[in-house]
């Protein structure tokens, strides 16, 4: 539980992770670029519990990386679902003319009251109990709806702001990376020639590959 409000290593050690494995997925760029857009939109939703499933969904739609997009559903964290939740339920109320505004508090209250009475009628429906959704309905006109809403708008801006951020810095580590697998690769010819330079000939190479035969199976 600790390390989910604060992994181990700190949140800088998390991000740096974060870039180096989004930087070393075997895609283009511009499509781990698109799957970050859809992560980060899907983090502004409040259907929790199937972000992986929409950002997957939204990532494959746009034609963008669907692992890029699960990880950048990390964007929604504890750091950040404040923030995410009180503008998208204020900006959604706005919109919908709806009065007064809900303290966070209460917000994170109500999805908990919302989840365990909607899997107690889930269960009732083959038990004895009997289903009350008059808490549900309200629960749902009053923070589900104005969430839903008002998150559209701050989601694809930080999608947008996250995909044009993304894109440069991608391209450049794999251009790097790329570039250090080749000196690497220099190297290694250079080594393989000191020893013997008929080794390091491409055209030897070449030779060697057609005659040598295939194993049997």
């Given at each position: ?15 740096s ?6 930087g070393?997925?075997?895609d283009?760029?511009h499509?781990?670029?698109r ?5 980060v939109?899907v983090?502004f ?11 997957a ?5 746009l034609?963008?990386n ?9 964007f ?9 939740m ?16 809900m303290?966070?508090p209460?917000?994170?209250?109500a999805?908990?009251?919302?989840s ?5 009628n889930?269960q009732?429906t083959?038990t ?5 959704w ?10 589900f ?31 790097r990376?790329?570039k250090?697998?080749?000196e ?14 008929q080794?390091?000939?491409p ?15």
């Open positions: 539980m600790t390390e989910f409000f604060y992994p181990r290593g700190g949140w800088r050690r998390a991000l992770y974060m870039r180096h494995r989004l070393r997925l075997p283009a760029p499509r781990i670029a799957g970050i857009f859809a992560g939109l983090s939703s409040p259907l929790f519990g199937f972000h992986f499933i929409l950002a969904l939204v990532a494959w739609a034609r963008g669907i692992i890029a997009a699960l990880m950048a559903t990390f929604g964290n504890p750091l950040t679902f404040p923030i995410i009180t503008v998208s339920i204020e900006l959604g109320n706005w919109m919908l003319g709806n009065s007064g505004m303290p966070l209460q917000v994170v209250a999805f908990a009251r919302a365990v009475e909607f899997w107690h889930v009732a083959v004895d109990d009997v289903a009350n008059d808490n549900l309905s309200r629960f749902f006109w009053r923070v709806l104005p969430y839903l809403i008002g998150g559209i708008l701050p989601g694809i801006i930080s999608g947008l702001a996250c995909y044009y951020l993304s894109l440069p810095v991608i391209g450049a580590y794999q251009k990376r790329k250090k697998l080749r690497r690769i220099d190297k290694l010819r250079e080594a393989i020639a000191a020893q013997d330079p080794l390091a000939d055209a030897h190479v070449e030779q060697v590959e057609h005659e040598t035969p295939p194993k049997s199976e």
